[in-house]
């Protein structure tokens, strides 16, 4: 890329930012602390800052795009991508992903007459709640309707999606570890995953 001046520093900020909070989590994590950290314009997708090579145990950084939780973040995250391919056991790859499976089960509970829902009205203010169960739909206070189907959708993803750390956390077991890694590096682990992480 070229870096020079502010830009070459800040990429350098970046990088020994992950490597000081990787050094402090403990011996055993910092283990992913080896090889080259590639600085590149482009990665897969364009909201993607970081990227993990397993077959070549690559770890690729875009840096200066302001996107999630930000680089130090992300670069973590993806050393969690090789701490979990070089260091975690099968048995405990298999645990872990049984715990993935176990959280992202998680059932909902089908709204009733009266019971409040988790949808945005446009042009109501407060609550909405459902008034008239019509079968295949809802009558809602809002006045609108909604199907039953979607609206148990919607709310499975997002009961799914709040009992993991980040919502991308729910995409797969793998993504869970990788941000669960991060998040426990960075100290900002929510105490309901820290002892399930340890």
Excluded at 24 to 37: E, F, H, I, N, T
């Amino acid at each position: 890329l070229h870096l020079t001046g502010d830009k070459l520093a800040a990429t350098v900020a970046v990088i020994e930012a992950a490597v000081k909070a990787l050094q402090g989590a403990g011996p055993g994590v910092s283990k992913v602390l080896y090889g080259d950290v590639r600085v590149v314009g482009q990665l897969r997708a364009s909201r993607t800052l970081a990227w993990y090579l397993p077959a070549e145990d690559e770890v690729y950084l875009r840096p200066h795009v302001k996107v999630g939780r930000g680089e130090v973040h992300n670069l973590i995250h993806e050393l969690g991508h090789r701490f979990w391919d070089r260091e975690v056991p099968q048995v405990q790859q298999v645990e872990w992903t049984r715990e993935y499976d176990r959280i992202e089960g998680g059932k909902v509970t089908v709204p009733k007459v009266g019971d409040e829902v988790p949808v945005k009205a446009k042009g109501h203010a407060g609550p909405v709640t459902v008034v008239k169960d019509e079968g295949y739909q809802y009558v809602l206070s809002s006045g609108g309707t909604i199907e039953k189907m979607r609206l148990v959708m919607f709310m499975r993803e997002k009961a799914r999606e709040s009992s993991f750390p980040t919502p991308y956390a729910a995409s797969s077991a793998t993504e869970f570890f990788a941000e669960a890694f991060a998040m426990f590096v960075l100290g900002t682990l929510q105490p309901e995953h820290v002892e399930r992480f340890e």
